[in-house]
T-cell receptor, first 114, second 114 residues
Framework: DQQVKQNSPSLSVQEGRISILNCDYT??????FLWYKKYPAEGPTFLIS?????DKNEDGRFTVFLNKSAKHLSLHIVPSQPGDSAVYFC?????????????FGTGTRLTIIP | EPEVTQTPSHQVTQMGQEVILRCVPI?????FYWYRQILGQKVEFLVS????????KSEIFDDQFSVERPDGSNFTLKIRSTKLEDSAMYFC????????????FGPGTRLLVL
C-alpha cells in the first residue's frame, strides 16, 4: 500500500548546489504534508510542512512545493551543505478526516559532495 | 529546546518475553504516537493516544500491543509476547494538537528479538 512514494532511493549533489527531493502521493484525502530528516540511529527530525491550501512554503534554505493536481510535492534545499547529508522522508496526513497518523514514504538518501 | 526522550536506547529480548518501551513526550503536548521502522523499510504508524485513550491504531497494533500513560509524563508501549518480526526501531512522537499538527519524534528504541 504505497500511498506515499519517493521514487529516488538516493541522490548526490555538489555542495552549494540545489538539492531537489521528490514525493508523490495517491490518497486524495491527504491535506497536510511534512518533510523529515533522519540521521542513522536517530529519530526523524521535522524540517518543514505545507498545508494543501498552499502551494509553497519556505523556511530558510528549505522550500516545499505542492502540486495538488499532480499529487506531487518537492523539497528544495539551497544551497546544499555537507550537514544536509541524511535520509529525507516525506509524510502525509489526512487531518480533515480526523486521522492523525503520518503515512511515510520510503525515504531518499541525500549525499552532499564537498 | 524541549524534546521527546525514549528509554532504553537498545533492548535485546528473547522471543515470547514481554518488553516495555518508555517515552517522555514534550511536556505541553497532548497527543502521543508510536511508530516503528523495520530495518530497510519505511516508518510505519502503530497507534495514537489522546485523553487517556487510543484514538487510532493500525492493523499492526494487535492484541499483543498496549499503550499506557501511567503518570503525567511517561507514555509506554508494551509488547506482551514478543515475536521475531517485532525487531525494529520504535519511535515515540508527540504533538500539541491532533490532525495536521507537526509530530516531534524521539531518538528511538532499537528492539532486537532473538
Amino acid at each position: 500500500d504505497q500511498q506515499v512514494k519517493q521514487n529516488s532511493p538516493s541522490l548526490s549533489v555538489q555542495e552549494g548546489r540545489i538539492s531537489i527531493l521528490n514525493c508523490d502521493y495517491t490518497n486524495s484525502m491527504f491535506d497536510y504534508f511534512l518533510w523529515y530528516k533522519k540521521y542513522p540511529a536517530e529519530g526523524p527530525t521535522f524540517l518543514i510542512s505545507i498545508s494543501s491550501i498552499k502551494d509553497k512554503n519556505e523556511d530558510g534554505r528549505f522550500t516545499v512545493f505542492l502540486n495538488k493536481s499532480a499529487k506531487h510535492l518537492s523539497l528544495h534545499i539551497v544551497p546544499s551543505q555537507p550537514g544536509d547529508s541524511a535520509v529525507y522522508f516525506c509524510a502525509a496526513v489526512a487531518s480533515n478526516f480526523g486521522n492523525e497518523k503520518l503515512t511515510f514514504g520510503t525515504g531518499t538518501r541525500l549525499t552532499i559532495i564537498p | 529546546e524541549p524534546e521527546v526522550t525514549q528509554t532504553p536506547s537498545h533492548q535485546v529480548t528473547q522471543m515470547g518475553q514481554e518488553v516495555i518501551l518508555r517515552c517522555v513526550p514534550i511536556s505541553n503536548h497532548l497527543y502521543f504516537y508510536w511508530y516503528r521502522q523495520i530495518l530497510g523499510q519505511k516508518v510505519e504508524f502503530l497507534v495514537s493516544f489522546y485523553n487517556n485513550e487510543i484514538s487510532e491504531k493500525s492493523e499492526i497494533f494487535d492484541d499483543q500491543f498496549s499503550v499506557e500513560r501511567p503518570d503525567g509524563s511517561n507514555f509506554t508501549l508494551k509488547i506482551r509476547s514478543t515475536k521475531l518480526e517485532d525487531s525494529a526501531m520504535y519511535f515515540c512522537a508527540s504533538s500539541d494538537s491532533g490532525g495536521g499538527e507537526t509530530q516531534y519524534f524521539g531518538p528511538g528504541t532499537r528492539l532486537l528479538v532473538l
